[in-house]
């Protein structure tokens, strides 16, 4: 059989559209930032919550700090890389949803960032 590059993109559009309604089918419900969230270390999640508290690290790293200030916030999010443009002044009591690996440091669940298009803020309680 000789493929065409007609037949190519026919193939390669068929197979981008499976990728997509697969992963579209794996998305997860957004888990509340409440101590619920700790069933899910170890997995990718998405949380909702509003930012009570931020801290700048470095030029690449800035921490939020979701459903409480610092030391009691329920979750902090890891925002790592020089391509996320958000400023942490605007996300203040805003809510966002956040999407990655759910981990453990020192006793408190964290998510570690590194694209943009995992973070969406919402100006008020969606």
Not at 5 to 17: G, R, S, V
Not at 38 to 45: A, E, R, S, T, Y
Not at 74 to 100: D, H, Q, S
Request: aromatic fraction near 12%.
């Amino acid at each position: 059989m000789v493929f065409t590059n007609f037949m190519h993109m026919k193939y390669l559009a068929i197979l981008c559209l499976l990728f997509l309604f697969a992963y579209s089918a794996s998305a997860q419900k957004p888990v509340p930032a409440t101590k619920e969230v700790l069933k899910n270390i170890g997995h990718d999640v998405t949380v909702l919550d509003s930012v009570k508290g931020y801290k700048v690290i470095s030029k690449d790293t800035t921490l939020l700090y979701l459903g409480g200030k610092y030391p009691n916030q329920l979750v902090t999010v890891i925002i790592k890389g020089k391509e996320i443009k958000l400023k942490p002044t605007a996300m203040m009591n805003k809510w966002i949803y956040v999407t990655g690996p759910l981990t453990l440091d020192n006793g408190k669940p964290q998510i570690v960032v590194s694209e943009s298009y995992l973070i969406s803020i919402y100006p008020e309680f969606p």
